[in-house]
């Protein structure tokens, strides 16, 4: 079936450090989607793409949708306490198929 | 935007004993909502799809007849743990879309259930 890679499994960084994380996958997409996930809460849209090659910023946070249909990354500039949680990558192959997520990249943030 | 509304958000109950999550979209018609389980430190894991006024989608290996999907409205799909055993505690999380196309999935804030 269709699985996504995503890494890191874990960073530490010191706050005001830029974060950098990516989602691989031997299958298309048509859609890719980010998410964040706080202990004990629902995943959080942050940002969702839906072009090939499409770069869209939400804030500090700038996402690509790989020309391939096959990869994404995420990046966090200056990155806060407040950053810390699993984030997700997440695919959607058809219009109203289900989201196939990756295994999450788990951030820490020493202030 | 759009808002998922889980309840509740956490239940613990005695095993043998069935327990009932609902999930609600407030401000938009679910015509798809989607069920997951996440263990511990995991990922997500879907458990099923449903769309209004027909069965669930169960994905392989997730028992229908134990975890029982209800989506009876455009705003309301309902999940039930039947004999629940403590191996069903976990969290579990519903989303939602308004239907085809390129809509954002919207996640609720999940159900923690402890079956003791």
């Known amino acids: 079936g269709q699985q996504l890679n995503q890494s890191p499994q874990s960073m530490f960084i010191q706050e005001g450090e830029d974060v950098s994380m990516n989602c691989t996958s031997s299958?298309?997409?048509?859609?890719w989607l980010w998410y964040k996930q706080d202990p004990g809460e629902g995943p959080v849209l942050l940002i969702a793409?839906?072009?090939?090659?499409e770069l869209t910023s939400n804030g500090r946070l700038t996402a690509q949708f790989g020309i391939t249909r096959k990869d994404s990354f995420l990046n966090i500039s200056a990155s806060i306490p407040s950053d810390v949680g699993i984030y997700f990558c997440?695919?959607?192959?058809?219009?109203?198929?289900?989201?196939?997520f990756g295994k999450g990249t788990k951030l820490s943030v020493k202030p | 935007g759009a808002v998922v509304s889980q309840h509740p958000s956490r239940v613990i109950c005695k095993s043998g004993t069935s327990v009932k999550i609902e999930c609600r979209s407030l401000?938009?018609?679910?015509?798809?909502m989607f069920w997951y389980r996440q263990f511990p430190k995991q990922s997500l894991m879907l458990m099923a799809t449903?769309?209004?006024?027909?069965?669930?989608?169960?994905e392989q290996g997730v028992e229908k007849d134990k975890f029982l999907i209800n989506h009876a409205s455009l705003t309301l799909s309902t999940l039930t743990v039947t004999s629940a055993h403590p191996e069903d505690s976990s969290f579990y999380i519903c989303?939602?879309?308004?239907?085809?196309?390129?809509?954002?999935?919207?996640f609720g804030s999940g159900t923690r259930l402890t079956v003791v």
């Open positions: 989303s939602a879309t308004p239907g085809q196309g390129n809509y954002g999935y919207t």
């Open positions: 299958s298309i997409f048509n859609t």
């Open positions: 793409l839906y072009k090939a090659g």
């Open positions: 997440a695919g959607q192959g058809g219009s109203q198929g289900n989201l196939i």
């Open positions: 401000d938009f018609q679910a015509t798809t």
């Open positions: 449903s769309n209004e006024g027909s069965k669930a989608t169960y």
